[in-house]
């Protein structure tokens, strides 16, 4: 009896998984993944595994054994090489495995800059790459690095505290400005350089060596460990090309019995790279897959910690004409506002207490 | 952090054992007074009593010793000694709590015994059946196997064996009343009349 | 069905509130935006959903039986 076989064994596929086995399916479940740990926690890579205060036996989402204990056949260290979808079989380097339904959940790649790529220059998305960027960073380390996103910024906050001297090299006018805007970007600039990193913004890469980045301008900024965080590219190859897997609001693919969740889905149009994205996603395409299916339809929502400020974003920052801005760079709360004075997205930081608030606001505007 | 039920595995463990040893213990003590096999000196089943109710309190205090150590339900150093700062059904782990320190209590007064005196002594000792009862509340209520049959079964066993070795001391006349009647008394026997032969 | 003990770090808690949608019987959130329990024993295995929806990883639900970490 052929089951149920998810591509990607991150955080969507290892989710979709439980789902299944706890929403009572019995069929034969197969979890593939390409990298050779068991599903982890993505999410820490940048912050309390990078500072040493997480162990990797902490990263795991669930205990060792706790997937075969469950029935599902975790494959480890095995990439995809193609999919059938008229056999309905995926071939690995070894064999195929057959499937009813195919779960694709390869998540994205960190995108790298062509010819960059000396012994000291790192990405930052897998456990492997976390290991050998936390080898690298110690004390008095001059850390640059290429990218003012979410990414970089934890990576620069969270290398900051452990001593490293920090650069960040944005080539928009403020950092986050695609996600915050402007105001909030600039907000966020004073409070990174207050926590004592050195910020080049408006600053387009000219030219990266093994020791130093120059800036179109002049500038050089020498290094002795290049984090290139200039965003994540879907892994949707195997099905549709690049620019990530259309889906239904179900998780459903244009191919019957196939289904994309996480950061690799592109879910009614819309493909977000968020936690708990990833893990709604999959449990709709399990309740979908076991017969009864219920639409992801959350707002949108994420996290990030850096610099001493937890920030979450409720909703997407688009269609927004101006931002109402309370409180300063320790505690604020911005609401993005379209031009009938509704709002669209709310970034909070250090305001947990009005997270819940803004998520229900945002979910009726919807 | 991975975890590990080891202590929480061990804190039941060794929580039926103390009640099995204070069963057994007070099993002994009652029978120090009916005794229904001869051959027992009194002595020796009032060291066995004593011996029992000593285990018990060890396994007491590698009870509370793995709470604090276990991870699953958090029990603080303070939370052992003072009922109700333990969250984990508050109700129930306070009776064993109070059943624990009633236990040392009646235990450390048979050492005091001339200090507070026989009778006083006496009285406490009563406190036995409270401290049964309340270990035998908290481990239906608080402890976790007691849905299971085994241990249900342990509990039935223990509480009727408890009742009926304590209906038994109340009601058989205690062996050592027979053994204490003066050796003159013996021969104080139906006095014969001159001629008739012995009964 | 087994009983699960549930604990919150509310030191982790960020108030997302995604364990009161899946188990609104069990969690609630308090005056300061972070969750806090209703209950701290339950049976309903919403709970395991619960857990597994936090984005923070507060919840941590204990099988009593086993006394092993069940999400």
Redesign the interface.
């Given at each position: 009896m052929n089951g149920v076989v998810i591509i990607g064994a991150g955080l969507a596929g290892a989710r979709c998984a439980e789902a299944l086995r706890a929403g009572g399916a019995e069929i034969p479940i197969t979890l593939v993944g390409a990298e050779h740990a068991e599903p982890y926690e993505r999410p820490a890579l940048s912050k309390g595994f990078l500072a040493g205060t997480l162990a990797e036996d902490d990263l795991f989402l669930r205990p060792p054994g706790s997937w075969e204990d469950r029935g599902i056949d975790l494959r480890l260290g095995s990439p995809v090489e193609h999919i059938d979808l008229r056999r309905r079989t995926v071939v690995v380097s070894g064999g195929e495995l057959a499937w009813s339904h195919l779960v694709v959940a390869t998540g994205t790649r960190a995108r790298r800059l062509p010819g960059v790529d000396f012994r000291n220059v790192h990405h930052l998305r897998t456990l492997d790459d976390a290991v050998a960027l936390r080898a690298a960073v110690n004390p008095g380390t001059r850390l640059v690095v290429i990218g003012a996103g979410f990414v970089g910024a934890e990576v620069a906050s969270t290398a900051a505290g452990l001593g490293a001297h920090v650069t960040i090299i944005e080539a928009e006018a403020a950092p986050l400005a695609r996600v915050a805007g402007a105001e909030v970007g600039h907000l966020l600039a004073r409070r990174w350089r207050a926590e004592g990193v050195a910020l080049h913004l408006g600053s387009q890469i000219a030219r990266v060596t093994p020791d130093r980045v120059e800036i179109v301008g002049g500038q050089t900024v020498p290094y002795d460990v290049l984090l290139v965080a200039i965003g994540a590219e879907p892994a949707s190859e195997l099905l549709a090309g690049a620019g990530g897997i259309p889906t239904d609001a179900f998780g459903r693919t244009a191919h019957d019995g196939v289904y994309a969740c996480g950061d690799v889905a592109s879910l009614e149009g819309r493909r977000v790279e968020h936690w708990t994205s990833a893990s709604g996603q999959a449990a709709a395409v399990a309740s979908t897959i076991l017969g009864s299916p219920r639409p992801y339809a959350d707002t949108p929502y994420f996290w990030s910690d850096q610099f001493g400020l937890r920030l979450q974003m409720v909703g997407t920052t688009t269609g927004w004409s101006h931002v109402e801005l309370d409180g300063d760079s320790a505690s604020f709360r911005a609401r993005y506002v379209d031009l009938e004075g509704k709002a669209v997205a709310v970034l909070l930081a250090n305001r947990a207490a009005e997270v819940a608030a803004a998520r229900r606001e945002l979910a009726t505007a919807a | 952090?991975?975890?590990d039920?080891t202590f929480?595995?061990l804190a039941r463990a060794s929580g039926l054992t103390a009640y099995v040893m204070l069963t057994l213990s007070i099993l002994a003590g009652l029978l120090v007074k009916s005794r229904p096999f001869r051959t027992l000196k009194p002595a020796a089943v009032v060291d066995l009593h004593r011996i029992l109710a000593m285990l018990g309190l060890g396994a007491i205090a590698g009870h509370a010793a793995a709470l604090v150590l276990?991870t699953?339900?958090?029990v603080s150093i303070p939370g052992l000694f003072v009922p109700g700062l333990v969250?984990?059904?508050p109700v129930w782990t306070s009776t064993g709590i109070l059943a624990a320190e009633l236990m040392v209590l009646v235990y450390a007064s048979f050492s005091m015994r001339k200090r507070i005196g026989p009778k006083n002594w006496r009285r406490l000792h009563w406190a036995t059946y409270a401290i049964f009862a309340m270990a035998t509340v908290h481990g239906l209520a608080a402890g976790?196997d007691a849905s299971r049959p085994w241990a249900f079964a342990l509990y039935a066993v223990a509480v009727s064996s408890v009742a009926i070795a304590a209906t038994w001391r109340f009601i058989v006349p205690p062996a050592t009343a027979r053994a204490r009647r003066p050796a003159g008394r013996a021969a104080e026997i139906t006095p014969r009349r001159r001629g008739e032969q012995p009964a | 069905m087994s009983t699960h003990l549930i604990q919150i770090d509310r030191s982790l808690c960020s108030g997302f509130g995604s364990c009161l949608k899946e188990a609104p019987t069990v969690f609630a959130l308090d005056g300061d935006g972070l969750a806090t329990l209703l209950v701290a024993e339950t049976a309903d295995e919403a709970v395991l959903a619960a857990a597994a929806s936090c984005p923070m990883g507060a919840i941590a639900v204990f099988d009593l039986e086993t006394g092993q970490e069940a999400a």
């Open positions: - | 952090m991975r975890h039920p929480w595995l276990d699953t339900v958090k969250s984990y059904r976790t | -």
